[in-house]
């Protein structure tokens, strides 16, 4: 039986992905019912992964992600749902609050009709959101995360910023007046997890399907930097928004995908956090109060003198030639980097499959070791001058952490090895800090 049931939630997990799951089955009347489709989907986008990896090779002779930009992209998705260990999604939290309180009519939970409208409703607001978070300065500075990378691929689509449910949740709020928060659950995870297969440069035309549904074609366009790409196809399940509103266009020169002014790291804060800095910088460079509040609430184009969005007469000329920032690093450091990655991933799974009998002080230690981690990791790859120091004291605290049992290796039969390598990275990143420190005092004298 609980076989069966297994296989069940893996099914509609699937099919939750592809928007295959009918009003029947994904309608429920209370919120506690609803099926953490994302959650449960989550195997099947490892498994996704490596199948674009293995057909990409097969297909063009070479791997659609590196190691750097793959890892940059997953632990991105990572820090994002690290705010759900210590507090329920705003946009749900909001939308309840809503519901209680304001609501004008309430639909019925258990009709086809209501859920059609849902999904209509979802994606339209969806629509709305992805418009403002390119249109408005200080929303672009949280979304700007999921546009940073200069690959096109499945672990791309995981890259997401931790600051913008903060916001996106608002546009959300008038479906609240009519709509059970239980329908809305479910269609707010199905619009997220359509728009993961569509992250791809395998799947090159739908046909007929591209007239109404967002496809990878269209998708693409949306990740490009060249000029007749940007702030273009902001739909999530359909395209159809952006052709009745105009922010629609095809695929027609080679895309060039990522940021128009690159960040040339892998440091996951800094691509997290970079644009608001940014944003403050600016501002304080205008003297009218006027243009400092205009460089967080006009487009990220604006500038005093402009219209609302700006222009993009300053962006750099696309070419097609543009090769993605890729620096070289030995191959035993990439393996490090990976094994660890893997490390702090099994940490992050058990805090979330753990997190209803974990302490908060537990979960806040263990949320502050998985963003050391990722942080002290990108240190790494991007090879900086502190990677040595930061690293060993990360090191210092995953030793700790395995003495007293707060990790455990991937499996029970690597336990010894694991020890072993843990203690030898600490050895490891000792030894490069003293070295460092014996470089600057000689240079010094």
Known sequence: MAEAAEAGAASAAVRAMFLMLTPGESSFQKVEDVPHYVQQATPFFVGLIFLELVV????????????????????????????????????LTAYMYVWERYRLVQLPWDSAWTW????????????????????????????????SSEYYNL????????????ASWIFYLPM???????????????????????????????????????????????????????????????????????????ETDKVVFGLVFPINTFEILYVQLHYYLYLWRRSNTYNAISDKLSTFIKGPSWKPGKSRLGDHADNPKVTGKEVPHD????????????IHF???????????????????LTILGMTSYILLTLTSLGFVVDQRPAAAVVEMLRCVVMVAMW???????????????????????????????????????????
């Open 327 to 338: 620096p070289s690093w030995s191959l035993p450091l990439q393996v490090y980097v990976v």
């Open 403 to 445: 003495r007293y049992s707060n990790m455990k290796p991937l499996l029970p039969s690597l336990a010894l090895p694991t020890e072993a390598f843990v203690s030898l990275s600490l050895l490891y990143w000792a030894l490069q800090s003293f070295s460092q420190l014996l470089f600057v005092r000689k240079k010094a004298d």
């Open 155 to 166: 672990t791309t689509a995981l890259r997401q910023s931790i600051t913008q449910q903060f």
């Open 56 to 91: 990409g090779v097969l297909k063009t002779g070479a791997p659609v992600v590196t190691i750097s930009d793959g890892l940059t992209s997953i632990s991105a998705g990572m820090i994002s749902r690290l705010p759900m260990l210590l507090m329920r999604g705003c946009e």
């Open 176 to 250: 609240a007046l009519a709509v059970p928060p239980s329908i809305f659950a479910v269609h707010i995870q199905l619009n997220l997890l359509y728009q993961f297969w569509i992250h791809t440069e395998l799947i090159r035309d739908l046909g007929p399907l591209e007239w109404v549904f967002n496809t990878p074609k269209h998708h693409r366009v949306h990740h490009g930097r060249n000029l007749y790409c940007i702030d273009k196809n902001y739909g999530g399940i359909l395209i159809i928004w952006d052709r009745l509103f105009g922010t629609f266009a095809k």
């Open 342 to 360: 893997l490390l702090v991933l099994q940490i992050y799974h058990d805090v979330f499959e753990n997190k209803t009998m974990l302490s908060q």
């Open 116 to 147: 059609w409208f849902s999904f209509l409703g979802v994606d339209f607001c969806y629509y709305w959101v992805h418009r403002f978070a390119h249109e408005v300065a200080i929303l672009w500075a949280a979304h700007q995360v999921h546009h």
